[in-house]
């Protein structure tokens, strides 16, 4: 059973359109994270969502925009992209602590 | 700025030939010290907490230690297998929100 699940794997798109990327984890934990992994393999932490609060909001352009329905899930949704933000997108959970569990990650290209 | 480094880059070693790999720290309120296994085209996978200069934690061939400014991962003996990318992460704030600021990492290679 996968623990954290990411859709899709991979995502190529054109500059300027809008994208979504979900997360879903069947741990049971209470916090949820986004990070982005750039070209150069730096992991930086993006947001964290703790039952559906937003906790964590680094500086992230307001172009990026989690959403949390439920404490299972939480989605990356990002308008206008732009070529910088070609990376790895990784979703995570934990019981609310620094032991975090990743998810295999989302690929996004932008053309 | 809280910043996490380490060092080397890169490392290439041949089966069984012992090393390790550092990372030293600069974050104000340090909320303890962690280490993350990467495998290519996968996510981070956690290995080891460390919250105390003079801890030591292992597991397998591995072994990582916490003094007040550095940690290390000792890699004793290592087998192919053990060849990932080693990320080293600096906890921040409250341990509630989890909040961690990870350092670029140490791809490990192991020769047969």
């Known amino acids: 059973d996968t623990a954290v699940s990411q859709t899709p794997k991979y995502l190529v798109t054109q500059m300027g359109n809008d994208k979504s990327i979900k997360c879903e984890q069947n741990?049971?934990?209470?916090?949820m994270y986004w990070y982005k992994q750039d070209s150069k393999k730096f992991l930086k932490i993006m947001f964290s969502y703790n039952n559906k609060e937003l906790i964590i909001n680094e500086t992230v352009p307001n172009r990026f925009s989690p959403k949390s329905p439920d404490k299972a899930h939480l989605n990356l949704h990002i308008n206008s992209l732009e070529l910088g933000d070609s990376a790895v997108y990784f979703c995570?959970?934990?019981?609310?602590?620094?032991?975090?569990?990743f998810g295999p990650g989302t690929r996004l290209t932008v053309l | 700025e809280d910043q996490v480094t380490q060092s080397p880059e890169a490392l290439r070693l041949q089966e069984g030939e012992s090393s390790s790999l550092n990372c030293s720290y600069t974050v104000s309120g340090l909320r303890g010290l962690f280490w993350y296994r990467q495998d290519p085209g996968k996510g981070p996978e956690f290995l080891f907490t460390l919250y105390s200069a003079g801890e030591e934690k292992e597991k397998e061939r591995l072994k990582a230690t916490l003094t007040k400014k550095e940690s290390f991962l000792h890699i004793t003996a290592p087998k192919p297998e053990d060849s990932a990318t080693y990320l080293c992460?600096?906890?921040?704030?409250?341990?509630?929100?989890?909040?961690?600021?990870f350092g670029k990492g140490t791809k490990l290679s192991v020769k047969p």
């Open positions: 741990l049971g934990h209470d916090t």
């Open positions: 992460a600096g906890g921040l704030y409250g341990g509630s929100q989890g909040n961690l600021i």
């Open positions: 995570a959970s934990s019981r609310g602590g620094y032991e975090q569990f």
